[in-house]
């Protein structure tokens, strides 16, 4: 046989699996899986509440109040003293919305609880924070200090000048002012000074040698 002729059996055959292939693959492999994130149930700690009032969730606990925006492919169920996320369709959009409100919903029920907390370092020589009423005001290493509002649901405690507490029941406000803080001097990796989360790793680079 030529090499002419063998390339295109070889070729023929990949093409033929190929279409064999596609033609065995089940038409509903994408819907028939739940996420196993979202069938996960969430337990209700003591003294939390939830309300259901058609598409709105509202949860209740010690540390304050939250509400959630239900969509239609899903609806949550509550049996004593746990919620259950089901999809009312199979359909792409469901399945990537049964794991995000199961989600969101299990934060929610963490935050009112017990709440969220971010803790932040101040690193570098002058670098210090402090509270003036619902102000927070940093000295970075610029010609003047940077102040941040402390926006509503959040308490803020600044320990020995350079620790910066964050704690609130909402999740994402809590990641959210930490990372606008963390933004205004980010780390560098030559020295290493700014502004960074607890236990965070930074990598060292070394700078340039003279000749």
């Given amino acids: 046989m030529s090499t002419a002729i063998f390339v295109a059996c070889a070729a023929q ?7 064999c292939v ?37 949860v209740k606990g010690p540390k304050g109040q939250m509400s959630l ?29 049964h794991g995000l409100i199961r989600a ?12 969220w907390t971010k803790q932040l370092q101040l690193i570098g020589v002058g670098y210090r924070g402090t509270l ?24 803020v405690k600044v320990e020995k000048a350079i620790n910066v507490t964050i704690t609130g029941y909402d999740k994402e406000q809590v990641g959210q002012f930490a990372a606008t803080i963390r933004q205004k001097r980010p780390p560098e990796p030559y020295k290493q000074k700014g502004v960074r989360y607890l236990g965070e790793y930074i990598r060292k680079k070394e700078g340039k040698r003279g000749k």
């Fill in 132 to 155: 003036n009423g619902n102000t927070l005001v940093l000295n970075l290493g610029f010609s003047h200090p940077v102040e941040m509002v402390i926006p509503e649901g959040i308490q």
């Fill in 22 to 58: 596609e033609v065995k693959a089940p038409k509903d492999a994408e819907f028939g899986k739940e996420s196993r994130i979202g069938k996960a149930p969430i337990k209700l700690p003591a003294g939390v509440t939830v309300n259901f009032d058609s598409d709105l969730l509202e």
């Fill in 69 to 97: 925006v239900i969509p239609s492919m899903v609806e949550i169920r509550q049996a004593e003293n746990t919620l259950r996320v089901f999809k009312t369709e199979e359909s792409r959009t469901a399945n990537c919305r």
């Fill in 13 to 19: 055959e990949r093409k033929l699996w190929v279409q």
């Fill in 104 to 115: 969101l919903a299990s934060n929610m029920v963490t935050g009112v609880s017990e709440g």
